[in-house]
């Protein structure tokens, strides 16, 4: 894995886990790297992810803890759809 460059999987992968909790994070849409985040935009909203979360699930996704993703999923911001005139 290239130095700058986090695994797409392991994001798709973090989301499957967070809409475990929360279903309406939904699907991956994009990513944008921020600093030591990773602002993923989802078809319903955006949530922000920890670089060392996303290198977590990609090494080793069984020591991340429940509690951890709660949080992270209760932090998920819907996005606000365009009123219909």
Do not use: C
């Amino acid at each position: 894995m290239p130095q700058n460059k986090l695994p797409l999987y392991a994001i798709v992968e973090l989301l499957m886990r967070l809409t475990g909790i929360n279903a309406q994070i939904g699907n991956y849409k994009n990513h944008a790297e921020r600093g030591d985040l990773v602002i993923v935009k989802t078809t319903n909203g955006t949530i922000q992810l920890s670089k060392s979360l996303v290198l977590s699930q990609f090494n080793k996704p069984e020591e991340i803890d429940k509690r951890d993703l709660e949080s992270i999923a209760s932090r998920f911001r819907r996005k606000f759809s365009k009123a219909k005139i």
